[in-house]
T-cell receptor, first 114, second 107 residues
Framework: EAQVTQNPRYLITVTGKKLTVTCSQNMNHEYMSWYRQDPGLGLRQIYYSMNVEVTDKGDVPEGYKVSRKEKRNFPLILESPSPNQTSLYFC?????????????FGPGTRLTVT | QKEVEQDPGPLSVPEGAIVSLNCTYSNSAFQYFMWYRQYSRKGPELLMYTYSSGNKEDGRFTAQVDKSSKYISLFIRDSQPSDSATYLCVTGNQFYFGTGTSLTVIP
């Protein structure tokens, strides 16, 4: 089954404790991205990757890091999480690059930072 | 000014009603217009897309783009309880999402 998987689905952590949210897709997509979803603000792009070893900032990159060492994986790293990073996070992938009408989204990771 | 503005609702309608969801966008250069649907506790999934202006129909759903007024609409005919979800309009050469409209269809 074609899908984007994220782990963990739920995470509660404390301020300053480094964490990684994993993302993996099995569709051989070149383009992958991370979003955060907050009430009243919608989905905002954090980082995106056009291909292996190619990443770039989205609209809200501060406090986040990413890496793309393999085509299928695109982990999101919070080096020192803060309460304002409490949010619902989605990973997405696409076969047609950044200019595309369809992205496939993972199920989401709900992160709470206390 | 945000790239895409969407009425957040919530919207509650009886089963069988016609639903109209609307967005406005800021940049006349935008060419891709999409509607994504997001069920509770799930990621968004593509519902419909149009390129440039005009109408596109898929079953009970019709997407409409009016580039002269920078207006995007989604119409749902004969709405069903299974249509209850949040609907996100999306546009731009990169993905600019509206904030979403929460729809509940009451049996």
């Amino acid at each position: 089954e074609a899908q984007v998987t994220q782990n963990p689905r739920y995470l509660i952590t404390v301020t300053g404790k480094k964490l990684t949210v994993t993302c993996s897709q099995n569709m051989n997509h070149e383009y992958m991205s991370w979003y955060r979803q907050d009430p009243g603000l919608g989905l905002r792009q954090i980082y995106y990757s056009m291909n292996v070893e190619v990443t770039d900032k989205g609209d809200v990159p501060e406090g986040y890091k990413v890496s793309r060492k393999e085509k299928r994986n695109f982990p999101l790293i919070l080096e020192s999480p803060s309460p304002n990073q409490t949010s619902l996070y989605f990973c997405a992938s696409s076969s047609s690059g950044r200019v595309s009408y369809e992205q496939y989204f993972g199920p989401g990771t709900r992160l709470t930072v206390t | 000014q945000k790239e895409v503005e969407q009425d957040p609702g919530p919207l509650s309608v009886p089963e069988g009603a016609i639903v109209s969801l609307n967005c406005t966008y800021s940049n006349s250069a935008f060419q891709y217009f999409m509607w994504y649907r997001q069920y509770s506790r799930k990621g968004p999934e593509l519902l419909m897309y149009t390129y440039s202006s005009g109408n596109k129909e898929d079953g009970r759903f019709t997407a409409q783009v009016d580039k002269s007024s920078k207006y995007i609409s989604l119409f749902i005919r004969d709405s069903q309880p299974s249509d209850s979800a949040t609907y996100l309009c999306v546009t731009g050469n990169q993905f600019y999402f509206g904030t979403g409209t929460s729809l509940t269809v009451i049996p």
